[in-house]
Structure formats: structure tokens, C-alpha cells
């Protein structure tokens, strides 16, 4: 029973990823500034481009990497009252695109509690037994003279009996798995040109724990190429 439920539990957590696509000959250590844009949700799942979002934000700081969020722009604009000092909203979002870089995330999979079921089954390989009966019979005999002369014939009867074997499947258990998928690319605004591009997704038994370990696969390997 632990055997199972321990491969079980490697099972839900796993991941995958393609090797990353980076263009050649590009210096990403001149990258200062990565600008976040917002990530559209998951199909149905409400808020899921915003979870994304904030883990991309932690991991790129981690980094070392300074981040704007393009989806909190408007906000920022009207709190700080930017438009007193003579920029305007169309001026600032061209100021935060065209000296810096932006990172752009799909969303492949956003999946959260999808049950699982196993069945336990037990199997019964059968069994076979062999009895092995020896009997010793005394034969009389007389010689010549009249003396009687005892030996003894031996008997051996041998019996095997084999039961067969069987399939059962008892009570099943439940495993709540969570998957997340992304794709992201990191693009130069001043041109347009892809410089990196990822995809990973990661298979978790809470969806906290998907997250956070997609988008950190994800990046990963970015980092490497910033520092």
C-alpha cells in the first residue's frame, strides 16, 4: 500500500519543457527594465492571468530585474496625478515600452482540484502444494527351515493440489491534481524581434504549488541569460 501511494504521489508531481528558443548573438545583460503586460485568463478561469502575473513579477525580481506592470499603469498615473506635471497617459505608456523590454505569457493549461481516481487492486497469483505420503508394509516370509523372515515394502503416493489465482479490487483513492501550463517570450519593443520564447508546464497536487513551480521553470533558464 505505501508503494502505491508513494508512486502515486511522485506521479502528480511532474513537469515538462521544450528547449528554449533564444536569438543568437544578443546581449540580454543590457536588459535593465522588463515590462509586464497583463495575461489573458485561462478559457473559463477568472483571475487565472493575474496569478500568473504576480508569480512572473516575484520570479523576475528574484532576479534582479527591475519590473513595470503595464496593467497597473492607469492606476499609477491617477494616483501619483501625472498629468500635473505635463505628461500625459499616451506619453507615459510609450515612455515604459520604448526603453525597455516586454514579457508576453499565454496561458496553455489552468486546470484546479481535477479528481482523480485509483482503484486499488490486489492480485492473487495462486498456489500449489505437494504432499508426499511414504508408507512402510511389512511382507513375511518363511526361509528354507521355517524361520520367518520380516522386510518391508515401501509405498509412496504423492498428491499436489494447485488453487488458482485471482483479481480483486478493493475501496479506491482520491488525488486532487492541478496543472498549469505557459508560453512566454521576451520581445525587444524598439523592434519587434522575439529575443527568447519558453514553454513548460508542471502538474501539482495544489494549484499554489503548480503555479509557482511552472512559472519558475519557465524563467529559469532567463535567468541565466541576464546574469
Known amino acids: 500500500m505505501r508503494r502505491v501511494l508513494a508512486f502515486i504521489f511522485l506521479f502528480f508531481l511532474y513537469s515538462c519543457a521544450d528547449k528554449p528558443v533564444v536569438k543568437p548573438d544578443f546581449d540580454f545583460t543590457s536588459i535593465e527594465t522588463i515590462v509586464i503586460y497583463p495575461t489573458p485568463d ?33 492606476a499609477l498615473i491617477k494616483e501619483a496625478s501625472l498629468s500635473q506635471t505635463g505628461i500625459t497617459q499616451n506619453e507615459f505608456d510609450v515612455k515604459i515600452t520604448s526603453s525597455n523590454f516586454v514579457l508576453l505569457c499565454t496561458l496553455t493549461e489552468f486546470k484546479d482540484h481535477q479528481v482523480i481516481v485509483v482503484p486499488i487492486k490486489t492480485r492473487n497469483r495462486g498456489s500449489s502444494v505437494t504432499t508426499v505420503e511414504t508408507i512402510n508394509e511389512p511382507i513375511i516370509t518363511k526361509d528354507k527351515i521355517g524361520n520367518e523372515i520380516v522386510h518391508y515394502e515401501t509405498t509412496t503416493t504423492e498428491t499436489t493440489t494447485t488453487q488458482k489465482g485471482s483479481l480483486t479490487e478493493r475501496e479506491s483513492v482520491e488525488y486532487i491534481s492541478s496543472r498549469v501550463g505557459m508560453t512566454v517570450q521576451l520581445i525587444d519593443v524598439a523592434n519587434g524581434d522575439v529575443l527568447w520564447t519558453n514553454t513548460y508546464w508542471y502538474t501539482s497536487i495544489s494549484l499554489t504549488n503548480a503555479v509557482h513551480e511552472c512559472v519558475y521553470g519557465a524563467l529559469k533558464p532567463l535567468e541565466q541569460l541576464l546574469n
Open 42 to 74: 485561462f478559457r473559463s478561469f477568472a483571475g487565472s492571468g493575474t496569478i500568473i502575473n504576480k508569480s512572473i513579477v516575484y520570479q523576475l525580481m528574484k532576479m534582479g530585474i527591475n519590473i513595470v506592470e503595464r496593467e497597473t499603469t492607469p
